[in-house]
């Protein structure tokens, strides 16, 4: 075998080793059909198909990573969707002294100041990112007990086509955020209470952030449920998602089994929406993923 022979071969074992084959799967595909594809999935079967590709303990948030609220007789808590990333951090800049308004002469200069601190320091930057499917996803551990996210802000999103809410923290208004249903996932014991004003800043907007343990990516599939948050890498995003949506609709027919021998109404997590090698061809995917 000639040098160039050789260099080829180890050219393509090394991009086989690094995933480059399967980033590009992942990248070949639109947002809309990964969001399909995803439609409905259970953490659980994700989980089990990460690990059928290779994937073990990896992308499972810590289990401190919980929803808000939880309604399982429409299961409207639970979400998938395309990340879009954001994270804030503490602030390193001086508290200025127009806060303090016992001298009314300092008023004008703490809006200035207020201003300063939203429009440029604290902004919501990650907001033009947002579209229909998307999850935001917010490393915000370490931001000073604020609170990056309300309930008003959140529902701007929503409308804007979040489905819904990853973060490490940093959630305020929660009563009027579970009243409204909005789904966020976080570790309800690092909530923030005060406004972001002198407490925190925006860092990076639609670059890799590290929440519940877990690297996430931009554009990379969250799932959500009660069994908490898992995150597929989007190189791995179509195989995971097929070989998951078949372990779904497997445990659905088994499920339907038992509930007709119980004399159990059947509900909608033992109807099965569409035969897998229908669903995958109609998405343009392989009809098996579990064969080359």
Same mark, same amino acid.
């Given at each position: 075998?000639?040098?160039?022979?050789?260099?080829?071969?180890?050219?393509?074992?090394?991009?086989?080793?690094?995933?480059?084959?399967?980033?590009?799967?992942g990248?070949?595909?639109?947002?809309?059909?990964?969001?399909?594809?995803?439609?409905?999935?259970? !953490?659980?079967?994700?989980?089990?198909?990460?690990?059928?590709?290779? &994937?073990?303990?990896?992308?499972?948030?810590?289990?401190?990573?919980?929803?808000?609220?939880?309604?399982?007789?429409?299961?409207?808590h639970?979400?998938?969707?395309?990340?879009?990333?954001?994270? &804030?951090?503490?602030?390193?800049?001086?508290?200025?002294?127009?806060?303090?308004?016992?001298?009314?002469?300092?008023?004008?200069?703490?809006?200035?100041?207020?201003?300063?601190?939203?429009?440029?320091?604290?902004?919501?930057?990650?907001?033009?990112?947002?579209?229909?499917?998307?999850?935001?996803?917010?490393?915000?551990?370490?931001?000073? /007990?604020?609170?990056?996210?309300?309930?008003?802000?959140?529902? /701007?999103?929503?409308?804007?086509?979040?489905?819904?809410? !990853?973060?490490?923290?940093?959630?305020?208004?929660?009563?009027?955020?579970?009243?409204?249903r909005?789904p966020?996932?976080?570790?309800?014991?690092?909530?923030?209470?005060?406004?972001?004003?002198?407490?925190?800043?925006?860092?990076?907007?639609?670059?890799?952030?590290?929440?519940?343990?877990?690297l996430?990516?931009?554009?990379?599939?969250?799932?959500? /449920?009660?069994?908490?948050?898992?995150?597929?890498?989007?190189?791995?995003?179509?195989?995971?998602?097929?070989?998951?949506?078949?372990?779904? !609709?497997?445990?659905?027919?088994?499920?339907?089994?038992? &509930?007709?021998?119980?004399?159990?109404?059947? /509900?909608?997590?033992?109807?099965v929406?569409?035969?897998?090698?229908?669903?995958?061809?109609?998405?343009?995917?392989?009809?098996?993923?579990?064969?080359?």
């Amino acid at each position: 075998m000639n040098k160039i022979k050789i260099t080829a071969v180890l050219t393509l074992l090394c991009l086989l080793s690094n995933g480059a084959y399967a980033q590009s799967e992942g990248n070949e595909v639109t947002d809309e059909v990964l969001i399909e594809l995803y439609k409905g999935a259970r !953490v659980a079967d994700v989980v089990d198909a990460m690990v059928t590709v290779g &994937y073990i303990e990896v992308g499972v948030m810590d289990p401190k990573i919980v929803p808000l609220w939880r309604d399982v007789n429409d299961m409207s808590h639970r979400f998938s969707g395309i990340a879009v990333t954001a994270r &804030y951090g503490p602030t390193n800049h001086p508290i200025h002294p127009g806060v303090d308004l016992t001298d009314p002469a300092n008023y004008e200069l703490y809006r200035e100041w207020r201003g300063r601190w939203y429009h440029e320091l604290s902004g919501e930057p990650f907001r033009e990112y947002i579209k229909p499917g998307t999850v935001i996803v917010m490393d915000n551990k370490d931001d000073n /007990d604020a609170g990056s996210t309300g309930s008003n802000n959140i529902m /701007d999103w929503q409308i804007r086509g979040a489905v819904g809410l !990853v973060t490490a923290g940093g959630i305020r208004d929660i009563d009027e955020i579970i009243l409204q249903r909005n789904p966020v996932y976080t570790n309800y014991y690092e909530r923030g209470r005060g406004e972001r004003i002198g407490r925190n800043e925006i860092i990076d907007v639609q670059r890799p952030v590290v929440v519940g343990g877990v690297l996430v990516h931009p554009g990379d599939v969250v799932v959500a /449920d009660s069994d908490g948050v898992v995150v597929v890498p989007r190189r791995v995003a179509v195989r995971v998602g097929q070989i998951a949506y078949q372990e779904l !609709v497997d445990d659905m027919i088994s499920r339907r089994r038992h &509930y007709e021998s119980l004399d159990r109404p059947l /509900d909608d997590t033992v109807i099965v929406p569409e035969e897998p090698e229908t669903f995958f061809k109609r998405l343009g995917l392989p009809p098996d993923p579990n064969k080359p």
